[in-house]
């Protein structure tokens, strides 16, 4: 009973999905509000469905009544999430608000499916999350004070990611994080979010030559404090973020040839200076002349992909414990061995619907400074994305960066919320901006 279960399921999981996403899409095409909200509406009841399908599945085969508790546990935070996130914030991106959802949802799915108690910490530390960057919003819309304190953001920023440097713990040859109490965390991960805040500051008071020089000399900083830690991965991120950046505030398209070549003269200059890069290249280049050592993790990601096909093999059907590091880096290896392909895709483009709708907030906005940081932190977004899955399935080489919200991690979901609500503050800024002069237009017609 319980194998029909799992194959029904797995179809089933993978219909949901698949209509969800298509209102991810269809969302963009709607001009009414109230065609929006019906879309939103119909992705919830999917992404309940499934994640009621999928947890019924987890505990048929483990057996433990925790596991449903847990599941209970979840749902209450989900609808709390939603409603309430709606109820103090009346022109919430509901859109933004049902895939912090159904990214969450299919991280405790996969987390609970390969190690229930870290999912349990995992669902903590979102919630503790949750609440703390719920205000995030509200500040956003108040404080115009965040524009003049652009030395606060780098000095700060270096600062941390020194500490890390000449202090911090070493994991798979990089130093990544700093131990305080107990609790240890990633600097890295929330400096990007004052890094981009630095040089949407300093392009938002002037793109004069001095002033780029300047924050491309601080911005060069910050890549070298990551590059002597060792932490490739979130280089690779904050380098493309600044020249993205500069490239939108200038729109001169020599800073972005320069800086795309100085971009790969030091690639060429980290594989020859750092043997865990020489060997993440050559696992990338052929994993299977050295399958039982280097390439052992991307032959096992490879498999796994394979393994599952189109369709999957079904929760607890396949072996996604046997990639190394699979709940973090590899997440998306495991999601596409069990839950398939398609599920996959469908994950990978619910992310692009949240940078389709960065973008889209970027380019409402008319300060310059709130354009540069919706459009900054889009990029680290994406590009963080494009890292994680591009290393899964041997497009690139792996980087060790997480998928944002999917992947375990404490201070990559904390970072991820942060991001994801400064953007929701910038969307119900300009939603508030824009029902002002609605009112005004009336106004004026009813004079």
């Known amino acids: 009973m319980t194998n029909l279960v799992v194959e029904v399921s797995r179809y089933l999981i993978i219909l949901l999905i698949a209509i969800y996403t298509y209102y991810n899409f269809r969302f963009f095409s709607m001009k009414d509000q109230e065609g929006r909200d019906l879309a939103c ?22 057996g433990l009544e925790s596991l449903a508790l847990f599941y209970g546990a979840q749902v209450i935070f989900f609808l709390c999430y939603i409603y309430l996130y709606r109820f103090f914030y009346r022109n919430v991106s509901r859109l933004l608000v049902n895939n912090t959802c159904m990214l969450l949802c299919t991280s405790f799915i996969m987390l609970t499916r390969l190690n229930p108690s870290r999912a349990m910490r995992q669902f903590v530390i979102v919630a503790a999350a949750a609440v703390i960057t719920w205000i995030i ?56 979010i004052s890094f981009v805040f630095f040089v949407a500051t300093m392009f938002y008071r002037s793109t004069d030559f001095k002033t780029i020089a300047v924050t491309t000399a601080a911005a060069a900083a910050h890549v070298l404090v990551l590059a002597a830690s060792r932490d490739l991965g979130n280089a690779l991120i904050y380098f493309v973020s600044y020249l993205m950046m500069l490239f939108v505030a200038t729109s001169n398209w020599f800073y972005l040839g320069a800086g795309a070549a100085g971009g790969a003269g030091a690639a060429v200059a980290a594989y020859h200076m750092f043997s865990h890069v020489r060997r993440r290249i050559q696992a990338w280049r052929d994993p299977w002349s050295d399958v039982d050592d280097i390439g052992y993790q991307a032959a096992q990601s490879l498999f796994a992909i394979g393994t599952g096909g189109w369709f999957g093999m079904g929760l607890y059907q396949g072996m996604p414990e046997k990639i190394p590091v699979v709940d973090k880096d590899f997440i998306f ?21 949240c940078f389709l709708q ?61 991001l994801f609500n400064i953007i929701q503050g910038l969307y119900i800024l300009k939603r508030g901006e824009e029902e002002e002069d609605e009112k005004d237009q009336a106004k004026s017609q009813g004079q």
Not at 158 to 186: D, E, K, P, R
């Open 333 to 353: 290896s495991a999601v596409s061995e069990e839950l398939g392909g398609i599920y996959a895709l469908c994950l990978l483009f619910i992310c692009v619907g």
């Open 358 to 418: 960065f973008m889209l907030i970027a380019t409402k906005m008319q300060a310059m400074f709130y354009k540069l940081i919706a459009f900054g932190l889009g990029t680290v977004y994406i590009t963080q994305v494009f890292l994680t899955v591009g290393g899964a399935t041997k497009f690139i080489p792996s980087t060790g960066v997480t998928l944002p919200f999917v992947s375990y991690g404490g201070s990559s979901v904390l970072a991820t919320f942060i």
């Open 41 to 62: 509406s119909r992705q919830l009841v999917c992404m309940f469905m499934l994640h009621f399908l999928a947890n019924m599945v987890i505990v048929l085969n483990t």
């Open 137 to 192: 919003p509200l500040i956003i819309d108040r404080v115009w004070q965040l524009a003049k304190i652009p030395w606060i953001y780098c000095g700060l920023g270096l600062a941390l990611l020194s500490a890390v440097c000449l202090l911090g713990n070493t994991s798979y040859g990089a130093q990544l994080s700093i131990s305080i109490g107990g609790f240890s965390f990633q600097p890295s991960e929330f400096v990007k």
